[in-house]
Every structure is written in structure tokens, then in C-alpha cells.
């Protein structure tokens, strides 16, 4: 496979896409598995919903939504487990409960985030946000966007190695959909190998995103898996060492055929 697939775990009643479908444990073992089944080569899982004006939730009601999915599913597979969060308190649990990655919407900014992944020493995928998800997507505004989010890049990089986590351990994310317009957004994804010049993994996460459903003609959610298929090989084309998605058996065929051709 030319890139990694990460198969999005929401333990979340209010996801945009899939909250509320496996907030029950059970339930989220069995979609884990399913993701695997189908190809994923990591799952990612999150118990605090990143959705525009999502409300934010206590590191308790957090842990208690991924804790115990995280320690059945490393008990039971080899696939590496990506742990979805921002807080330090969560990072640390999760990670001792058998996942290896951490995976920040915040880029580690979260009070205590910098010292706890570093005292972890797991691989950290940064990503770039503009505001908080409460208001990121009210009037995101950049002086040119490519330019600010590698300003941001280099000066969360910085801040990490000096907090001490080797620069091998990082991954960056631009973060589609977190304080950028639909204008943003295509110029994110068509210059997207920009990225490349820190010569660090990337990761693009589009899946079913809003970005997604705006190209179709203002598609609903559920009817943009083959929009979102199409983002995922553009990205790879242009750079992305992960994709981020929802759709696994779906995007695997899509970079099976990719890679042919390649």
C-alpha cells in the first residue's frame, strides 16, 4: 500500500458523521475489528467530538469512553492504536493502556500536553487549527494559508524538540475543516506536498467532511464516501503519508488502484 489507512473510531454520541453509533463498548470493539477486517493499519480512537461547535467534555466522561476500548482491542490485535485527544490526562492512560500513538487536534498547545507526550514517547501527529471547535468555522481568515500553517508547523516542531520528543515521532496534520473556508480547504488539498519541505510523515484527514459534501452539490453526510475515496487519493498523490477515514474497505480499493499505476 502506498499510504497508511487510519480508520476513524468515534466513541462519541455527537460526531458529525458517526456520533452515537458506537458509543456503546461493545459496539466500538466490534466496528474496531470490523476496520481491521477490512485493511485499516490504524485505529484511531476518540471520545471527544471535534466537529464545529462541538461542546467540550471532562478528561472523566473521556476516559471513560476510550479507556476500555482501547485495553480490550490492544489485548486482542496487533494493528497500532491511535489515541484522539488533547488532554494530558487522557494521553497518559491511554498510552498505558496500549496505544502508540497520539493523535492532537491542538498540537500539543493543551497545558501539560508537551511534557506528557514527551515523557511517552509515543509518535504525535500535530495538527493545525485555527481557533477551538466551538468557533473555528465562524470567519477563519489567513494571510495566505499554505504559508501560516507552515509558520505553525515550525514552531510546534520547535516546541516539541525542546520539550524533548525527537522530531522522528512527529507526523503533521493541516487540518482540513478546522478554521478554514471551502476556499481553504482545495487550496490545502492542491498544494498539499508543500508540506514535504519539513520531511516529516503527513496526514490528511477529509473524511465526509463538510469540504467533502460542498464539492458534490451540497451532499448529505452519508452520500459522500466516494467524494471522500477521491480526497484521500488526491492527497496521496500529493504527499500524504496517512489518510484519515471513515471508509476503509472503500479507500484501500481506491489506493490498491492507485498504486497499480503508480
Given at each position: 500500500m502506498i499510504a497508511k489507512i487510519m480508520g476513524v473510531?468515534?466513541?462519541?454520541?455527537?460526531?458529525?458523521?458517526?456520533g452515537g453509533q458506537h458509543f456503546d463498548i461493545a459496539d466500538a470493539i466490534q466496528k474496531a475489528q470490523c476496520l481491521i477486517d477490512q485493511?485499516?493499519?490504524?485505529?484511531?480512537?476518540?471520545?471527544?467530538?471535534t466537529r464545529p461547535d462541538a461542546k467540550p467534555v471532562s478528561f472523566k466522561d473521556e476516559l471513560v469512553r476510550v479507556i476500555p476500548v482501547i485495553k480490550t482491542l490492544a489485548e486482542t490485535t496487533d494493528v497500532p492504536i491511535s489515541i484522539d485527544t488533547s488532554k494530558p490526562e487522557v494521553m497518559l492512560q491511554a498510552v498505558e493502556s496500549g496505544a502508540s500513538m497520539i493523535n492532537d487536534v491542538c498540537a500539543l498547545r493543551v497545558n501539560g500536553a508537551l511534557e506528557t507526550a514527551s515523557e511517552l514517547g509515543v509518535d504525535v501527529c500535530l495538527m493545525h487549527m485555527q481557533g477551538v471547535p466551538k468557533n473555528m468555522q465562524l470567519s477563519p481568515v489567513y494571510d495566505e494559508v499554505i504559508e501560516d500553517i507552515k509558520h505553525f508547523f515550525a514552531g510546534r516542531i520547535e516546541a516539541c524538540i525542546s520539550a524533548g520528543i525527537s522530531e522522528s515521532k512527529l507526523i503533521l496534520d493541516p487540518g482540513f475543516g478546522f478554521g478554514k473556508t471551502y476556499e481553504h480547504n482545495l487550496e490545502i488539498?492542491?498544494?498539499?506536498?508543500e508540506f514535504k519541505s519539513f520531511g516529516?510523515?503527513?496526514?490528511?484527514g477529509m473524511s465526509?467532511?463538510?469540504?467533502?459534501g460542498q464539492m458534490l452539490g451540497d451532499r448529505d453526510v452519508s452520500t459522500r464516501v466516494t467524494g471522500s475515496v477521491a480526497g484521500a487519493?488526491?492527497?496521496?498523490?500529493?504527499?500524504?503519508?496517512?489518510?484519515?477515514?471513515?471508509?476503509?474497505?472503500e479507500t484501500k480499493d481506491g489506493l490498491m488502484v492507485l498504486g497499480s499505476v503508480s
Open positions: 473510531l468515534n466513541v462519541t454520541p455527537d460526531s458529525f458523521s458517526d485493511g485499516a493499519d490504524i485505529i484511531d480512537i476518540g471520545g471527544e467530538s488539498l492542491r498544494c498539499f506536498d516529516l510523515p503527513l496526514l490528511a465526509r467532511k463538510t469540504m467533502i487519493i488526491i492527497a496521496v498523490q500529493n504527499g500524504a503519508d496517512i489518510v484519515r477515514v471513515h471508509d476503509v474497505e
